[in-house]
């Protein structure tokens, strides 16, 4: 019997292999599988089997069924995926197309890229709204009324009292009103200013802010931060330096520079040939702006800074014009993969 099932499997194995057409397949069904087919005639044979043996004996004419009905399936399954193929007029022997795939923005990744670097000191990641109030984008940051420091930042005033905020600085504001120090948040975001566009400046770009409030908080902190970011965002062998400047909300001020690592510092088109690029402004924050949060300066002193992200971007990638960051041709936007 054993003999018989497994010379009837070759059989069925070879059958199957030349399942072609539809034709072919309902002969092997007959063939094999239908009820006067040759697995049901061994079915049959088993009572002439000795009953020690019909146990195991059933068993593989059983295992025999199964085996031709899944070469059956299988032959079917075959014959369809082909017509498929050929009714759409598909050639499934060729090789795949790839997706086409989007990557992130230039200034996405400058502002991923800037925020990780303080997330890994410590900062975490704050947010505030694009529209202010003149309190807000101004008066609480030490910006009196009527002050020509206003006159700094061309605003885009909505309302009497609202505008499209001109920094991020305001952000730092309302978190000193939300949060008790210690606080260490990076803030970036989109700002407006009123300008004329050019290479060199647009109606909207992006800002970072940062802020360090805590007890003993030195002018040394801000400039062991700030050194360590432009380390790590522009190269360790950088040089840099720390120049006054003014800004209200900000006493003493400073702006940072680093050594233009476009010409090795020697004086190039980027650098307008002093070897140093501004990458940030910065300083200890002012004890008027303390005032309007309510934060004691005799117990609390702090640190801030603003980056600009295009101006990274366009110190980091050597492009010489604000607006190719904005426009979107594809010629430049791929070049950022
Ligand atoms: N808000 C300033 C600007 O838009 C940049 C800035 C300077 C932000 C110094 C700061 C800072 O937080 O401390 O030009």
């Known amino acids: 019997m054993n003999e018989r099932i497994e010379q009837l499997l070759e059989e069925i194995r070879q059958a199957a292999a030349q399942l072609k057409d539809d034709a072919a397949v309902e002969a092997y069904r007959i063939a094999y599988l239908a009820r006067k087919g040759k697995i049901a005639a061994l079915f049959d044979e088993l009572k002439n089997v000795p009953k ?3 146990p195991a004996a059933g068993k593989a004419l059983n295992t025999l069924r199964q085996n031709a009905q899944t070469l059956l399936g299988d032959a079917v399954a075959a014959l369809a995926a082909d017509q498929t193929g050929a009714a759409a007029g598909v050639d499934l022997s060729l090789p795949g197309r790839r997706p086409a ?17 303080f997330r890994r000191m410590g900062f975490s990641i704050a947010d505030g709204p694009e529209i202010e109030t003149d309190y807000y984008n101004f008066e609480s940051l030490n910006f009196p009324a009527d002050h020509p420091a206003r006159d700094m930042q061309d605003t885009f005033f909505l309302t009497k009292n609202h505008l499209l905020r001109t920094h991020t600085t305001p952000v730092q504001v309302r978190l000193m009103e939300k949060y008790q120090p210690p606080i ?13 566009i050019s290479a060199r400046s647009h109606v909207q770009f992006h800002q970072v802010d940062g802020l360090f409030v805590d007890r003993d908080v030195t002018f040394a902190d801000l400039k062991g931060t700030l050194v360590t970011f432009a380390k790590m965002y522009y190269g360790s062998s950088l040089k840099y330096r720390f120049r006054p400047s003014f800004f209200p909300f900000t006493e003493p001020s400073a702006e940072m520079d680093i050594s233009c ?25 002012d004890p ?28 980091r990638h050597g492009l010489d014009d604000i607006r190719l960051l904005f426009e979107n041709d594809m010629r430049v936007n791929k070049q950022f993969n």
């Open 288 to 315: 008027n702006v303390f005032a309007s949060v309510h934060v004691d300066p005799e117990e609390y002193s702090g640190y801030a800074f603003g980056i600009g992200i295009e101006r990274t971007a366009m110190l």
């Open 52 to 54: 020690e043996e019909k």
């Open 101 to 117: 795939r989007g990557h992130m923005h230039i200034v996405s990744q400058t502002v991923d890229e800037i925020s990780s670097i």
């Open 261 to 285: 690592y476009l010409c090795g510092a020697k004086g190039c088109r980027v650098c307008k040939h002093t070897g140093w690029l501004e990458i940030l402004g910065c300083g200890m924050v």
């Open 184 to 196: 260490r948040a990076i803030f970036p975001g989109k700002v407006y200013r009123n300008e004329v």
